[in-house]
């Protein structure tokens, strides 16, 4: 399975549709109108992304990259606040980016951080288990540690290491149930007069 996304990037230059491929422990996870963390670029940055539409399969012939992270739990807005999103970018001609902003609950993603752990697969030996003896973040084993983002993807790829995301945002977001009776329903066994009940 793919997915389309918009960037949460103000650059004009990436105010367009990019492709994803989703792993398959996304699979059954991943819906229209949540957002995601994408590595992006030639230096694979993690980058928030608006998942738009989903597609079994493509036919294309480039490299297509994974998803990293899922950030919400579920949809933000469903199709029709999508479709809405679509429509003023073009009659407006407004950043689509922007357009789907508006859609969205109120707030920003202040920050992310990558944290890397070990697992019980990296050998005693290895170098990065002692350095990895408390979680890292990101920042903190390029920085401090002289490792680069290549071989953190590697140690991963090969599950000797393992990360999680740490969100700091300043969003509060609330979700609410609404039901409704099926049109097969019958009303049975309430009495005609109990209205609040019915």
Do not use: W
Not at 47 to 75: C, G, H, P, Q, R
């Amino acid at each position: 399975m793919f997915c389309y996304v918009i960037l949460d990037s103000k650059s004009r230059f990436l105010d367009k549709s990019f492709t994803y491929h989703i792993p398959d422990k996304f699979k059954n996870k991943i819906k229209k109108g949540m957002r995601v963390i994408v590595p992006f670029g030639k230096g694979n940055k993690n980058t928030i992304a608006f998942v738009y539409d989903i597609v079994e399969n493509l036919n294309e012939n480039f490299e297509i990259k994974d998803i990293v992270d899922i950030i919400d739990s579920k949809n933000l807005v469903d199709d029709e606040l999508i479709n809405l999103a679509f429509f003023m970018n073009k009659r407006y001609l407004s950043p689509l980016r922007a357009c789907i902003k508006q859609v969205l609950p109120p707030g920003n993603i202040k920050e992310i951080k990558e944290y890397f752990y070990k697992t019980k697969n990296l050998d005693k030996k290895d170098k990065l288990y002692k350095i990895l003896e408390d979680k890292k973040s990101l920042e903190d084993l390029i920085n401090n540690y002289g490792l680069d983002i290549d071989t953190l993807r590697k140690y991963k790829k090969n599950k000797l290491i393992d990360s999680y995301f740490d969100i700091n945002s300043n969003q509060n977001i609330n979700y609410k149930y609404l039901l409704s009776l099926s049109e097969n329903y019958k009303e049975i066994k309430i009495p005609k007069n109990a209205k609040k009940q019915i």
